[in-house]
């Protein structure tokens, strides 16, 4: 088990960012060896800056908490390699000194390059006290990964997002048509070749149409005025 900290103050002797503010950090995790061809770590660690009184500067209160908890399954055959992951973050009225966030995140990793996050409940509030809020899931899967040839790799996207903006207009996102990332293109850079999204803002709507799969960089748009 980890811990360090409490009441004191930080002192930022160290120039690690704290800004003086007391802060506590706990922490602990096992490992399960009782599986044969696996290995498996988890556990937590939290930040805790408390209600930020104790920060030296007023323009650069830390405040609140910050929760990962983990785990991470590993194999050994062929070789030490990551079979699946999953940490649930989650922030409770955490600020780094302008602005704050609430909410949790959920990211998983699976065999063979399948990865997920969800957005849950999150909250970002800005110094002039507006905030914005956001929901959400997304899943990404490798395929023909692991070749001697990369250069049919690719990636798809699927997932949705909702939420409301800082001014109070709600808007929504969703990958009808999965996003389709092509290795070969554009000099191995991630970008979409394929896939439809459909968008709505205060009640506007609009799709983005990301082509036909072909390594170009056009993009299509449709609006309609809801």
Not at 127 to 138: C, M, N, R, V, W
Not at 191 to 218: H, L, N
Request: with cysteine; net charge negative; proline share 3%.
């Amino acid at each position: 088990r980890i811990e360090h900290g409490g009441d004191g103050d930080d002192g930022d002797d160290n120039n690690d960012g704290l800004g003086g503010c007391p802060v506590k950090i706990s922490g602990s995790f096992e490992i399960d060896r009782t599986h044969p061809d696996t290995l498996i770590f988890l556990g937590e660690f939290a930040i805790d800056f408390g209600d930020g009184s104790g920060c030296p500067d007023s323009t650069r209160v830390k405040k609140g908490s910050m929760t990962d908890t983990f785990n991470f399954t590993f194999g050994f055959k062929p070789r030490l390699h990551l079979i699946s992951s999953s940490q649930t973050i989650a922030f409770d009225e955490f600020s780094g000194g302008r602005k704050g966030i609430d909410g949790t995140f959920v990211v998983k990793t699976e065999e063979p390059g399948m990865k997920s996050i969800e957005i849950q409940s999150v909250v970002i509030t800005y110094p002039d006290t507006t905030s914005a809020s956001f929901d959400g899931s997304f899943e990404s899967v490798d395929h023909d990964f692991g070749t001697l040839n990369r250069g049919d790799d690719t990636r798809t996207l699927t997932g949705n997002l909702t939420g409301t903006s800082r001014d109070g207009a709600e808007f929504s996102a969703e990958i009808t048509t999965e996003v389709l990332f092509k290795f070969a293109c554009f000099k191995r850079r991630d970008i979409p070749v394929s896939g439809i999204v459909d968008i709505t803002t205060d009640g506007t709507s609009s799709t983005v149409d990301f082509g036909d799969g072909r390594c170009d960089k056009g993009v299509v748009r449709g609006r309609q005025i809801g």
